[in-house]
């Protein structure tokens, strides 16, 4: 399985921006999609994550900011980001877990900077 985390960048507070995550080398529908961030001097925290059928569920800091989804014709899967504030500013990671065989993987990360 291989990660492609693209959307990343510099954004003032109140902005959006829309994170995608490109899934290769398996099934998608299969797979237990999230998101992670990670701040300076922090540990990996999950932001949000999606089933294969689309239940989802959200850490606090994320919740009625931030949508998680997935498109299955794309293998691909999103978070929307409203209100963005500064510390929300971390790398994030698309994360994928497989229920059936644990197996788990991480992508490279990209970079969101909330600043005026």
């Known amino acids: 399985v291989e990660l492609a985390e693209s959307g990343g960048g510099l954004v003032q507070p109140g902005g959006s921006l829309r994170l995608s995550c490109a899934f290769t080398g398996n099934i998608f529908s299969t797979y237990v999609m999230g998101w992670y961030r990670q701040a300076p001097g922090k540990q990996r925290e999950e932001v949000a994550r999606i089933s294969p059928g689309g239940s989802t569920n959200y850490a606090d800091s994320a919740k009625g900011r931030f949508t998680i989804s997935r498109d299955h014709a794309r293998n691909t899967v999103y978070l929307q980001m409203n209100s963005l504030i500064p510390e929300d500013t971390a790398v994030y990671y698309c994360?994928?877990?497989?229920?059936?065989?644990?197996?788990?993987?991480w992508g490279q990360g990209t970079q969101v900077t909330v600043s005026s």
């Open positions: 994360n994928a877990f497989s229920v059936r065989t644990r197996d788990n993987y």
